[in-house]
Nanobody, 121 residues
Framework: QVQLVESGGGLVQPGGSLRLSCAAS????????MGWYRQAPGKERELVAT???????TYADSVKGRFNISRDNAKNSVYLQMISLKPEDTAVYYC???????????????WGQGTQVTVSS
């Protein structure tokens, strides 16, 4: 089917930066919106940022001005540049994509396995 693989997570000090990457592969015909979500321990998964195929983006209020989402349609990839990281940004970050497969030509949301981001001194 379709697989999403994230990379780039890790441990960073407060005020530091990280760049997350996510690549989609498999039976892909087209990808519509892509996005990043996160889930902290004991909390529900929340939206971080989304980006349309045309490049229009939205952000959670908590990350505006600090995070930047981008994508490369030719590589079926989405990125999240994070700066000025805070301890409250600590979470597992998940990539998502709305994909039309090349078998049944149906739209479906797919998720990556998640990558841990820990902000701590």
């Amino acid at each position: 089917q379709v697989q999403l693989v994230e990379s780039g997570g890790g441990l960073v000090q407060p005020g530091g930066s990280l760049r997350l990457s996510c690549a989609a592969s498999g039976r892909i015909f087209s990808i519509n919106a892509m996005g990043w979500y996160r889930q902290a321990p004991g909390k529900e998964r929340e939206l971080v940022a989304t980006i349309t195929r045309g490049g229009s983006s939205t952000y959670a209020d908590s990350v505006k001005g600090r995070f930047n989402i981008s994508r490369d349609n030719a590589k079926n990839s989405v990125y999240l540049q994070m700066i000025s990281l805070k301890p409250e940004d600590t979470a597992v970050y998940y990539c998502s994509a709305n994909v039309r497969d090349n078998v049944l030509f149906r739209w479906k949301d797919y998720w990556g396995q998640g990558t841990q981001v820990t902000v701590s001194s």
